[in-house]
């Protein structure tokens, strides 16, 4: 029984880490302040075994904003001075995102596959109970 709950829980938090971020993406599409970015610096994570780039734009206000993309993995394709197309919400800069698709997607996708698998695993414990 508890596994059957922590698999529903675990699949709602996916369901709610998902729809928040699609929203978000939508939210910078229509009304976020586009510009362009570069990758002033790659850094490896502890637990990785690839570098994350780390990129650099300014805002309205003049400065300097640094972030690290939300979606990683080796596959990032992103070399030191690489330029890339940057979105963040006017008011919070700091939240900013790669404005690309293979960038974007990844993360939404991820959060709803886990939620699918997590419900998934729920149903079947409770079809074998």
């Known amino acids: 029984m508890i596994g059957f709950v922590l698999a529903v829980l675990a699949s709602l938090l996916c369901l709610w880490g998902g729809v928040r971020e699609a929203r978000l993406q939508a939210r910078l599409r229509r009304y976020g302040v586009h510009t362009e970015g570069v990758v002033v610096d790659q850094k490896m994570a502890p637990a990785d075994d690839y570098l994350t ?3 650099e734009f300014t805002d309205r206000q003049g400065r300097p904003v640094r972030f690290t993309p939300v979606a990683t993995g080796s596959k990032m394709g992103m070399d030191l001075g690489t330029h890339v197309p940057v979105v963040y919400p006017p008011e919070h800069p700091e939240n ?8 974007l997607r990844p993360t939404v996708i991820s959060f709803l596959t886990g939620s699918v698998l997590f419900l998934g695993a729920a149903v079947w414990m409770a079809l074998t109970s």
């Open 96 to 103: 900013a995102r790669l404005f690309m698709r293979k960038h």
């Open 53 to 55: 780039p780390v990129i």
